[in-house]
């Protein structure tokens, strides 16, 4: 069953509350290069200077889902109850290396009953305040597996 758009699930957050703002960063050349090697993903853009400035960036960038992973414990920090169970992302612009990545997000709708979810927008900014990263993320009871 859909709540309307001002409802709350039980007494959990209500439509419109923010999950506050969480910094990850400064991200260090020596952080993309362990993610490179963790991930697979080595394009030289994101390790190498000259390759960044050829580009026309003024640093390597960030890797898009580099970002992306601080969604996760940010939101774990604002509901360890809950898990994500889906995630769509668009990458809007770069964030340099030595750049922080800040998390934020607002609660979009909300269901209740057995199948209780939570859909934020999530947002990833640099911290020039640029928008990097804008997301949706469905949230569910932690002890629901997530659908692949």
Known sequence: MSLPPDASVGDGPKIGDSIGK??????RAEDLARYALASGDDNPLHL???VAAAAGLKAPPIHGMLMMSCFEPALQRWRPDLA?????????RPVPVGDSI?????????????E?????????????????????????????????
């Open 102 to 114: 800040v998390i934020s997000g607002r609660i979009v709708r909300a269901t209740s009953g057995p």
């Open 116 to 148: 209780a979810e939570l859909l934020l927008r999530l947002m990833a900014h640099g911290s020039n305040g640029d928008l990097a990263v804008l997301a949706e993320a469905t949230l569910a009871p932690a002890s629901r597996p997530a659908q692949l």
């Open 48 to 50: 190498d200077a000259d």
């Open 84 to 92: 994500i169970a889906r995630m769509s992302a668009k990458f809007l």
């Open 22 to 27: 969480t910094e990850f960063g400064p991200v």
